[in-house]
């Protein structure tokens, strides 16, 4: 109980002093020291590829060690950055510069995403699509339910109409949108609007009596002909190494990875046991070349734009990385526990975060939105058979917490 109780307070200490790797560069970069082993290190990494310490030997490398061993005891050995947040390509860039010198690799082993420590109940208790009738009837369209919750709220509806503006404008005969722009928004969305909207359309359940419509919205909640699909699809490991060209995707593809692990020893399906935060990694790669979403009519079928074709011998690892996609346990429980209103984990140590909502947003000017959004929202249904793949899942205590490097027992 003694060493429970330390874990438990270190953890704390950890979350009190940590700094987002903007700040972190800011106060090192104030401090001669520490700014003095800052720009080594960094030299140190850019001249990795033009063979910098075979040149100027082995002081050369001594200098390198000293700086990358100084790294370890600064601000930034230990930050990380928030999703949406204002200068958020810039901390993953410091993130990233920091990490790849210190692991000595490019390899997409660690968030660099500060935790959220959410839980799907927290989502639920504030639901407006389900809390408004006491049964939900079989056959109903739970997905446009949640397009036309999406619409009564302030927040929801603008990013909503921000990203449909972009995705479904032609630019020209060979281009159906401005996918860059597209993606933007659509990024902007699921960072900004309170996940009981955005999960609602993306992750919502389909009932047997109407699973194909239903499903179907879903599908088109990220309008794919614009965001998803593209005229030839891509082999998945070289869509892979062109995200990780790119600060965001290459980050949002580590935290879909490091919370979306599946595990077969553990009941929930996931390595961290926690379904929230694997929807919110999930979400987080939509707007990136990454971008994921449903590939069948019914049922939870997911993958990129992206097939392991033409891979030769990495095969293999081509197979393996789209897995983490089409046949992940932990994502396909995730989400069915989303739709059943089930939840999976116990975060006692720290409230959930709540939503943040912008308070300058105000109900003018809906009647300028509403003719596109009510397109999609009033999709005609398609009258095809389906079998849902839906089963309900158990709410799950789960006794160990996998957070900042640290597993303790939680005292219940």
């Not at 940590?18 to 104030?30: G, I, M, P, T, Y």
């Not at 990380?80 to 200068?87: S, T």
């Not at 984990?345 to 809906?366: E, F, L």
Request: hydrophobic share 30%; charged share 20%; with cysteine.
């Amino acid at each position: 109980m003694i060493l429970t109780t330390f874990l438990i307070i270190l953890g704390s200490a950890s979350r009190a002093v940590r700094l987002d790797c903007v700040k972190a560069s800011e106060q090192c970069l104030k401090e001669y020291s520490c700014s003095t082993k800052y720009r080594t290190m960094r030299q140190c990494v850019a001249g990795r590829e033009s063979n910098f310490s075979a040149v100027h030997g082995a002081e050369a490398q001594g200098e390198c060690r000293s700086a990358i061993d100084a790294m370890k005891q600064s601000p930034l050995y230990n930050c990380r950055c928030r999703r949406g947040m204002k200068k958020e390509k810039n901390c993953l860039r410091i993130f990233w510069s920091i990490y790849q010198s210190l692991q000595g690799n490019d390899l997409l082993e660690y968030s660099p995403y500060e935790p959220v420590n959410s839980r799907l109940s927290d989502i639920f208790r504030l639901a407006p699509i389900i809390a408004d009738t006491e049964e939900i009837p079989v056959g109903m369209n739970n997905c446009l339910n949640a397009a036309k919750a999406c619409n009564l709220n302030d927040t929801c509806k603008k990013y909503r109409s921000a990203y449909i503006n972009p995705c479904t404008s032609r630019v020209s005969t060979s281009e159906v949108c401005n996918k860059r722009k597209c993606h933007k928004a659509l990024r902007q969305f699921f960072d900004k609007v309170p996940t009981k909207y955005s999960y609602g359309m993306l992750f919502c359940s389909c009932p047997t009596g109407d699973q194909t419509a239903c499903a179907e919205r879903r599908r088109q909640t990220i309008v794919p002909v614009c965001s998803y699909e593209d005229k030839d699809k891509t082999n998945c490991l070289s869509l892979q190494n062109t995200c990780k060209t790119n600060y965001i995707c290459r980050s949002r593809l580590a935290d879909f990875i490091s919370n979306c692990q599946p595990e077969v020893h553990s009941i929930s399906g996931c390595l961290r046991e926690n379904y929230a935060d694997c929807l919110l990694s999930y979400s987080g790669l939509i707007g990136t070349v990454m971008t994921p979403n449903y590939v069948r009519s019914f049922g939870i079928s997911l993958s990129p734009w992206c097939d392991c074709s033409g891979s030769g011998n990495s095969k293999p690892d081509c197979d393996k990385f789209v897995e983490l996609f089409t046949n992940n346990r932990c994502l396909r429980n995730a989400i069915q526990a989303f739709g059943n209103g089930t939840d999976v984990g116990v975060w006692q140590p720290q409230p959930p975060i709540q939503p943040t909502v912008d308070p300058s947003i105000t109900r003018k000017g809906k009647a300028r939105t509403n003719n596109a959004l009510d397109a999609l929202t009033d999709m005609t249904k398609l009258d095809l058979d389906g079998n849902s793949l839906y089963h309900i899942c158990g709410t799950l205590q789960v006794k160990f917490l996998f957070e900042y490097g640290l597993i303790y027992t939680e005292l219940t």
